[in-house]
T-cell receptor, first 113, second 116 residues
Framework: AQSVTQLGSHVSVSEGALVLLRCNYS??????LFWYVQYPNQGLQLLLK??????LVKGINGFEAEFKKSETSFHLTKPSAHMSDAAEYFC???????????FGIGTKLQVIP | DGGITQSPKYLFRKEGQNVTLSCEQN?????MYWYRQDPGQGLRLIYY???????QKGDIAEGYSVSREKKESFPLTVTSAQKNPTAFYLC???????????????FGPGTRLTVL
């Protein structure tokens, strides 16, 4: 069975500081991995995805994530936080060819001016 | 513009009532999904469908029902058997590319259901 663990339900950073949101996965086969962002009372929007083409994946809004098989991790980073980055972020995993996606519980990012 | 629409945005239900949440997509996606979101619990899968006239239960299907009569529509009915229906409901869709679809899901804006 596949699963995702997001470390830290709430993360606070200062504006301009590095953003690091942690995600570890468990999967019996090579996984597909995703990061989504959700603003209050809205649906989820895809930030980036890993589908085995490259281990360092760049997404929208300056975010990127690195797939590390040895650590079963897919952490999300952004060099400099902006106030508009305040939102909830979800890591998700899907086994290749599997119909379902499993989501983590989410990490709320607070950006302090 | 292609996308997913959900209606209504806010819905209030009295105890004992059934209510139906609408989900429509014009992305020509084969697969559609319903999730329930509660604070601190992430997204939990209620039902999903890969093809018209076929659907499967997700992790928390009890008290819910769905239909898939058209490719673009996947309505969710919250029945009176669902004991705690107050939540944010999200509909999503994804394309199926051959046998190895990777399930990038596109989400609607959500419906917030409140039981009075």
């Amino acid at each position: 069975a596949q699963s995702v663990t997001q470390l830290g339900s709430h993360v606070s950073v200062s504006e301009g500081a590095l953003v690091l949101l942690r995600c570890n996965y468990s999967s019996s086969v090579p996984p597909y991995l995703f990061w989504y962002v959700q603003y209050p009372n809205q649906g989820l929007q895809l930030l980036l995805k890993y589908t085995s083409a490259a281990t360092l994946v760049k997404g929208i809004n300056g975010f990127e994530a690195e797939f590390k098989k040895s650590e079963t991790s897919f952490h999300l980073t952004k060099p400099s936080a902006h106030m508009s980055d305040a939102a909830e972020y979800f890591c998700a995993v899907s086994d290749k060819g599997y119909q379902k996606v499993t989501f983590g519980i989410g990490t709320k990012l607070q950006v302090i001016p | 513009d292609g996308g997913i629409t959900q209606s209504p945005k806010y819905l209030f239900r009295k105890e004992g009532q059934n209510v139906t949440l609408s989900c429509e997509q014009n992305l020509n996606h084969d697969a559609m999904y319903w999730y329930r979101q509660d604070p601190g619990q992430g997204l939990r899968l209620i039902y999903y469908s890969q093809i018209v006239n076929d659907f499967q239960k997700g992790d928390i299907a009890e008290g819910y029902s769905v239909s898939r009569e058209k490719k673009e529509s996947f309505p969710l009915t919250v029945t009176s058997a669902q004991k705690n229906p107050t939540a944010f409901y999200l509909c999503a869709s994804s394309a199926i590319v051959g046998q190895a679809f990777y399930n990038e899901q596109f989400f609607g804006p959500g419906t917030r259901l409140t039981v009075l």
